[in-house]
């Protein structure tokens, strides 16, 4: 069994920074593409950012140059520093990792509060 556990989630006041960590758990051969995805109250999921095994990231625009994902494949761990953070930025954040051969696996996420 495979599991994503993140961490590194709390609160924040407008313009600081956090940071998430997203460790991958059990029978693993290796990750594919990671990321993060985020849902707010009343929202839709949407994605925040990914990152190949190769290292190519992509980013939403709402957090481009201030956001970034990295991983570890010999932790099997994900990150995302996020920097600069605005109220807007407030929800649930899910890691994300495409593992052979169970596919696209989730974790529980992570609260994000950005509040003055």
């Known amino acids: 069994q495979v599991q994503l556990v993140e961490s590194g989630g709390g609160l924040v006041q407008p313009g600081g920074s956090l940071s998430l960590s997203c460790a991958a758990s059990?029978?693993?051969?290796?990750?594919?593409?990671v990321g993060w995805y985020r849902q707010a109250p009343g929202k839709q999921r949407e994605l925040v950012a990914t990152?190949?095994?190769?290292?190519?990231?992509n980013y939403a625009d709402s957090v481009k140059g201030r956001f970034t994902i990295s991983r570890d494949n010999t932790k099997d761990t994900v990150y995302l520093q996020m920097n600069v953070l605005k109220p807007e930025d407030t929800a649930v954040y899910y890691c994300?990792?495409?593992?052979?051969?169970?596919?696209?696996?989730w974790g529980q996420g992570t609260q994000v509060t950005v509040s003055s």
């Open positions: 994300y990792a495409e593992i052979p051969p169970m596919g696209d696996c």
């Open positions: 059990g029978n693993i051969f290796r990750l594919n593409t």
């Open positions: 990152m190949t095994r190769g290292a190519r990231s």
